[in-house]
């Protein structure tokens, strides 16, 4: 066992996700094998044998062949190459995002103004001081999302808490699902929490939208900052997205018990379900059935959402249109297009007729609004490698409709 996990930390360093490790494993040591058959040998779920096969591929390490569809692993020397290489890459991209932060940085210090008493660095010593004190002042909602370091914290203000629920006080508080001792620890609390995700590394304490206090887990430091407009932006779009996927502590503590904690993520919430969902809707559609549904969507967008993105036209709205398809690929591919010819290729690197891009979508919806419809003019496939050619009908657009 020692051993295994030794390898599976090792093929970890190239980039392979846990579950990629221990199917690539299996493989190596069983020969071909069906999906089914992966998952029984490996005790990972089946939903995740398919996603890791996918990766596995992605990387050169895994074909497919036959029906019932079996996996035959690649030899890992040939791959390494490209592994590092996708690594190197990865690496001058950080760098180059650092570079530009850097600079963005010095070119914005100059003109942004600090409230005075609006930032605040803690240290460990005086950070449940802090706590308390933003507990004992709050009147509205106490939210936090912890770990392990968050739940110490609390323990330590128990009758805090227990003063704002006597006051009617909304208190919501998500512990961290992945570590199952702390999980157990916390249900001897006197007030309840649910379980879910958050994020590693960092606890977040927020009060009636005025007040966030973010302290690092490894360093016991903490970041209180007093500024309305950043406490509803993670309140809105970090603690509401982790309750909506988190679960009461009964029901974690049920699906502990069959070995289902860690899979939370992909059972609670709608976000995991997209994917797959959307996966088997390009699949199983034709394409006009794909470009109706778009225009549907594209249709409700415009009614419930306010956007620029739905009033630009011309070569403006080709670029946008392109980044969004691009962003959706979530680095599975890429997008490229061309304002003379007005041809868009899209290239990425998963099995499908078209690319899972709900964007893409979204801009045939866009298209057909304004009476213009998307042509497919060529595919290639190179393996796992899918490339399509698209004509779009910028050409005919009116003169004044371009910016």
């Known amino acids: 066992m020692s051993e295994a996990r030794d390898l599976i930390a090792s093929l970890r360093e190239f980039g392979l996700t846990e579950y990629e490790a221990r199917v690539y494993l299996s493989l190596l040591s069983n020969g071909p094998m069906k999906v089914s058959e992966i998952a029984k040998e490996t005790g990972v779920p089946r939903t995740k044998v398919y996603e890791a096969i996918k990766g596995l591929k992605r990387k050169g390490l895994l074909e497919t062949f036959g029906k019932p ?12 190459g490209k592994i590092i290489e996708m690594e190197e890459k990865r690496l001058k991209a950080l760098k180059d995002a650092l570079l530009k932060v850097k600079e963005y940085g010095k070119t914005r210090v ?17 950070v449940v001081n802090k706590l308390r004190e933003m507990i004992e002042n709050t009147r509205g909602y106490f939210h936090a999302l912890i770990d392990n370091w968050g739940l110490k914290l609390l323990q330590d203000l128990t009758s805090h808490i227990l003063t704002l629920l006597l006051t009617d006080v909304d208190v919501k508080i998500v512990l961290s699902y992945k570590d199952q001792e702390s999980v157990v620890e916390g249900g001897k609390l006197p007030f309840s929490f649910k379980v879910g ?5 960092r606890n977040i304490f927020m009060v009636d ?3 966030l206090l973010i302290v690092d887990s490894g360093s016991g430091i903490g970041y209180f900052i007093k500024m309305p407009e950043i406490v509803t932006l993670i309140e809105r779009y970090i603690f509401l997205s982790s309750v909506e996927m988190a679960v009461d502590l009964s029901q974690y503590m049920r699906l502990m018990s069959i070995g289902m904690a860690e899979e939370l993520p992909f059972l609670k919430g709608d976000s995991p379900l997209y994917r797959f969902f959307v ?14 549904i778009g225009q549907r969507m594209y249709e409700k967008m415009t009614s419930a959402i306010s956007s ?7 070569d403006t709205a080709l670029s946008a249109w392109s980044e969004l398809i691009a962003s959706s690929l979530e680095g599975r591919g890429k997008v490229r297009y061309d304002n003379i010819t007005k041809m868009m290729m899209i290239e990425w690197n998963e099995e499908g007729k ?19 419809e998307l042509r497919i003019i060529s595919r290639l496939s190179e393996g796992s490698n899918q490339i399509i050619q698209l004509k779009v009908p910028w050409t005919v657009f009116e003169e004044h409709e371009r910016f």
Not at 197 to 201: M, S, T
């Open 69 to 80: 569809l079996k996996c035959r692993p690649l030899s890992f020397e040939a791959s390494m």
């Open 110 to 126: 100059a003109t942004i103004k600090v409230e005075e008493g609006s930032f605040q660095m803690i240290y460990p010593e005086s």
């Open 197 to 201: 995700p958050v994020i590693d590394g």
């Open 209 to 211: 939208d005025k007040l």
């Open 279 to 292: 996966e088997a809707v390009f699949d199983e559609l034709s394409e006009e059935e794909l470009w109706r």
């Open 308 to 314: 620029h993105l739905f009033n630009i036209r011309g």
């Open 354 to 372: 078209l690319p899972y891009s709900l964007w893409m979508l979204a801009f045939v919806g866009y298209l057909r609004s304004i009476g213009k």
